[in-house]
């Protein structure tokens, strides 16, 4: 099975700051991964899938790049209101694996 | 418009089976490039996912639970079926039904999610 691991496991930073969390796969995924952005007490909501391909409604600050094993999600100028939890999840075997999360805070 | 809504026990007891139901209205699941996984997170802790079964009647489990995971679809009331058996006190979590964006499966969308608590 493929492992999927994130880092950092928690960041706080100011409003404006440029934001980066950083995922890595066990085996080569290529492009199939996804990132989600969870608030607190709801479901997952999908921002990004193929690794760099921005879900429609999705503001432009989120973006994410990498292949093979390395994957990068970042937020341009962090907003109060991505505070949230952020997972990554690859989708180029079953079974499906999701990295164990980011809590991304305001400072 | 697609939503998903799960349903089941708030409540069960350890050793006991867990029957969960995800009700879904705007695709069908006998469609090509539908399908439903199962997806948990225990309070505080990461999302986990733990079955899938596809348009096609595939199905696939997480490795770590497969031998307690039984997923299931009745087309014609639109709903699909996870069942957990011998439940313990680790299996407290959220638990969500989704469409999950693969390359093989369209869109991704996930129902509200819905509280289990095992008692020992």
């Known amino acids: 099975d493929i492992q999927m691991t994130q880092s950092p496991s928690s960041l706080s930073a100011s409003v404006g700051d440029r934001v980066t969390i950083t995922c890595q796969a066990s085996?080569?995924?290529?492009?199939?991964l996804n990132w989600y952005q969870q608030k607190l007490g709801k479901a997952p909501k999908l921002l990004i899938h193929?690794?760099?391909n921005l879900e429609t409604g999705v503001p432009s600050r989120f973006s994410g790049s990498g292949s093979g094993t390395d994957f990068t999600f970042t937020i341009s100028s962090l907003q109060p209101e991505d505070t949230a939890m952020y997972y990554c999840?690859?989708?180029?075997?079953?079974?499906?694996?999701f990295g164990g999360g980011t809590k991304v805070e305001i400072k | 418009q697609v939503t998903l809504r799960e349903a089941g026990p708030a409540l069960v007891k350890s050793t006991q089976t867990l029957t969960l139901t995800c009700s879904f209205s705007?695709?069908?699941?006998?469609?090509?490039?539908?399908?439903v996984s199962w997806i948990r997170q225990p309070p505080g802790k990461a999302l986990e996912w733990l079955a899938r079964?596809?348009?096609?009647?595939?199905?696939y489990y997480s490795t770590s639970l497969k031998t307690r995971l039984t997923i299931s679809k009745d087309t014609s009331k639109n709903q699909v079926v996870l069942t957990m058996t011998n439940m313990d006190p680790v299996d407290t979590a959220t638990y969500f039904c989704?469409?999950?964006?693969?390359?093989?499966?369209?869109?991704?969308?996930w129902g509200q999610g819905t509280l289990v608590t095992v008692s020992s």
């Open positions: 705007g695709f069908s699941l006998s469609a090509s490039g539908m399908c």
């Open positions: 079964i596809d348009w096609d009647g595939d199905i």
């Open positions: 085996e080569d995924i290529r492009k199939y």
């Open positions: 999840q690859q989708y180029e075997n079953l079974p499906l694996a």
């Open positions: 193929g690794a760099s």
């Open positions: 989704a469409r999950i964006y693969t390359t093989s499966c369209s869109g991704d969308y």
